[in-house]
């Protein structure tokens, strides 16, 4: 778990601004997801990377975008076009995309629109 | 996809008492079914999983089945403890590795 940084911890958005957030891996993982989790509802899909330069959309991607240039990096703009993006964002990744491993967790950023 | 519902939603025990959380499954291809913690505001942590060949596993006070002709999965906690309050997610993935995550359930422990 220690091994994924998220960054930064707390953003705000003004209307019409994009806003990245970063997500760093340190345990050579191929695998990495984003989160979504509003309060007091489960976690919901947006995009996933099985392998460097490659990615997927989820099943709530519209309004946001992402990249895998590096394996250990895996960030996640939240665009204008995203609502309602007042949430606490959840990075993840896991060893490996295809065997079943566990799925480790970032501690997390908090998004909130102003 | 895969779609996973979780009871109940809230679940209030006496310490000392057992609690049980329930998921059912949709796709019969899912084989790993893990289970998270989450504390107020901090990140799901891994606390048990299972897999598809397995009906059962345990680990100190938590135990996780399984049956797969039903497709359904449960946690059970045994001799609950103050610290057990938490939101407990069940999730389920496809041979893609691409997990659902069940709604959660929000457990209380009263001392």
């Known amino acids: 778990d220690g091994g994924i940084t998220q960054s930064p911890k707390y953003l705000f958005r003004k209307e019409g601004q994009n806003v990245t957030l970063s997500c760093e891996q340190n345990l050579n993982h191929d695998a990495m997801y984003w989160y979504r989790q509003d309060p007091g509802q489960g976690l919901r899909l947006i995009y996933y990377s099985q392998i460097v330069n490659d990615f997927q959309k989820g099943d709530i991607a519209e309004g946001y975008s992402v990249s895998r240039e590096k394996k250990e990096s895996f960030p996640l703009t939240v665009t204008s076009a995203q609502k309602n993006p007042t949430a606490f964002y959840l990075c993840?990744?896991?060893?490996?995309?295809?065997?079943?491993?566990?799925?480790?967790f970032g501690e997390g950023s908090w998004l909130t629109v102003v | 996809g895969e779609n996973v519902e979780q009871h109940p939603s809230t679940l209030s025990v006496q310490e000392g008492d057992s609690a049980v959380i329930k998921c059912t499954y949709s796709?019969?291809?899912?084989?790993?079914f893990p289970w998270y913690k989450q504390e107020l505001g901090k990140r799901p942590q891994l606390i048990i999983d299972?897999?598809?060949?397995?009906g059962e596993k345990k680990d100190q006070r938590i135990a996780v089945t399984l049956n797969k002709t039903a497709k359904h999965f449960s946690l059970h906690i045994t001799e609950t403890q103050p610290e057990d309050s938490a939101v407990y997610f069940c999730?389920?993935?496809?041979?893609?590795?691409?997990?659902?995550f069940g709604a959660g359930t929000t457990v209380t422990v009263r001392a």
């Open positions: 999730a389920a993935n496809t041979g893609d590795y691409k997990l659902s």
């Open positions: 796709d019969s291809a899912s084989n790993y």
């Open positions: 299972i897999r598809s060949n397995v």
């Open positions: 993840a990744s896991c060893s490996s995309y295809y065997s079943g491993n566990t799925i480790y």
